[in-house]
């Protein structure tokens, strides 16, 4: 497995993270928790070191699934975990950023997840009722502590980064990029690149669409399947977007890659310091993720899959409107 460096800092993890949010949340029926805890070692032994879960991603159940999978191969492992919501019986949804809640959640998750430091602690998403210098402050002394080792932020603007940066500095930024999703491009890659902060790229096959399993027939039926509230998995949307899944099994054809595959090593290719965080629940698919490492492109390739790119239109946008207006500020 290769490796990459998350900006200039001293983190350096597996070119290719795993996402465990599906292992219990927001991705249908839980797997059987015995056989998601043997897929991540499984990961361990195929060169993955950088694992990403949440405090509210069950909530609390995806901490304590991470945290047993990973107490016995603690050496090079990276965790990264996530503050920033009210996680008491039907508050999960709701902001709570204050300094005093940062270091209850830093405690209770580095019991969960069985360590003595929590690798790289992000806010995950901006509270309106805290200043973003009282959170950075509230990490740095974490950090200060010993607690925490890198500070992140998840769904943030350029400005909200500079502020962050300028009281503690900003190791990573975690936002959703993908082909179907490149809004990041605009102004917080070149925010990014100029303070040296690296990107870790979350829904990089676009919730699974990328690829290729889901179309116009799926349904997402279950409670705990969030695409089922999102617009760009309406049955029109997904219709709609196929072309963009035949691009790339058709590329891929042309390269004996996985659409996948191609949609990751894409991803790997706009920037060193990019890290994506693709999600599975099955070894096959893991064993594919993986697989993109080692897939590139010559430039007269990407020039050909950007030009078929910039002729479509992915239709439907990523959140409904209340939950849009919680990111990218």
């Known amino acids: 497995m290769k490796t990459r460096q998350l900006g200039k800092s001293d983190l350096n993890v597996s070119a290719i993270g795993l996402g465990c949010m599906g292992m ?8 059987d928790r015995g056989a998601m805890i043997a897929l991540i070692r499984q990961a361990v032994e195929r060169g993955v070191t950088f694992f990403d879960t949440a405090e509210v991603y069950g909530p609390f159940t995806n901490e304590s699934l991470v945290g047993e999978a990973l107490s016995t191969v603690s050496d090079g492992i990276v965790v990264a975990t996530k503050f920033g919501f009210d996680c008491g019986a039907g508050n999960s949804g709701v902001p ?23 690798d790289l602690f992000y806010q995950h998403r901006l509270d309106s009722k805290v200043p973003i210098e009282e959170v950075a402050g509230a990490v740095k002394e974490l950090i200060r502590l010993g607690k925490v080792k890198h500070f992140g932020l998840c769904e943030v603007g350029a400005e909200t980064v500079r502020r962050a940066h300028a009281v503690q500095p900003v190791t990573a930024v975690q936002s959703e990029y993908s082909l179907m999703w490149r809004q990041p491009e605009d102004e917080l890659f070149p925010t990014l690149e100029e303070l040296g902060i690296g990107f870790v790229a979350y829904s990089p096959l676009g919730r699974g669409f990328l690829g290729g399993g889901l179309n116009e027939q799926t349904k997402f039926d279950h409670a705990n399947d969030n695409r089922a509230t999102l617009p760009r998995f309406t049955a029109e949307a997904m219709k709609a977007n196929r072309v963009l899944v035949d691009l790339l099994e058709e590329f891929g054809r042309r390269k004996s890659a996985t659409s996948s595959q191609v949609a990751l090593a894409w991803v790997l290719a706009q920037k060193p310091w990019i890290v994506p965080i693709p999600g599975t629940t099955k070894l096959h698919h893991l064993d594919d993720l993986i ?7 010559t430039p007269e390739e990407m020039g050909d899959l950007q030009r078929a790119l910039s002729a479509i239109k992915v239709q439907g946008d990523r959140y409904p409107a209340a939950q849009a207006q919680m990111v990218g500020r």
Request: aromatic share 6%.
């Open 96 to 118: 709570n950023s204050q300094p005093q809640r940062i270091r209850e959640v830093a405690d209770a998750s580095l019991q969960r997840l069985k360590r003595d430091h929590i």
């Open 291 to 297: 697989g993109a490492t080692a897939l590139t492109f």
């Open 24 to 31: 219990n949340y927001h991705r249908g029926p839980a797997p």
